[in-house]
């Protein structure tokens, strides 16, 4: 699976922000704001129906 583009949020802060995953290559992540490594990667938004 190709990586793309997903949102991040670090636990420790509320920080989000965007960045590339790659199921593949699993490597620690660290907030760009807190420096904290405590990040999830969010589930995708799911499109408001009417």
Not at 17 to 38: F, Q
């Amino acid at each position: 699976m190709p990586a793309r583009e997903t949102t991040f949020k670090c636990l420790k802060c509320g920080h989000e922000y965007k960045g590339m995953y790659d199921p593949d290559n699993i490597t620690e992540r660290t907030c760009p704001k807190c420096r904290s490594n405590s990040v999830r990667r969010l589930p995708p938004a799911k499109p408001v129906g009417k």
